[in-house]
């Protein structure tokens, strides 16, 4: 019973860590919120602690895609405003 305590906690925690991502997601903070919320309420009748393992992989993978996707967003936007200073005073 202890490891899946743990478990619960450490799937709470990745919950509310995409959440968070999820505010700057690219459809909307609404549409990412409820995807998230499906994803989770599908996956709560899983008891097996390797599957649960495995769902939170694959959470903490989906969070350091959003994290690299808003980076490179980031990035493009500096570069465009940095570049496009440049190429207007030639």
Known sequence: ????????????????????LGRDYPKGADYFKRRLKNVFLKNKDVK????????????????????ALYFLRKYRAMKQRYYSDIDKTK
């Open 1 to 20: 019973m202890k490891m899946a305590n743990s478990l619960r906690g450490e799937v709470l925690n990745l919950y509310k860590n995409l959440l968070y």
């Open 48 to 67: 097996d602690p390797e599957k649960i393992k495995e769902l939170i992989e694959r959470g903490e993978f989906v969070m350091k895609e959003l994290e």
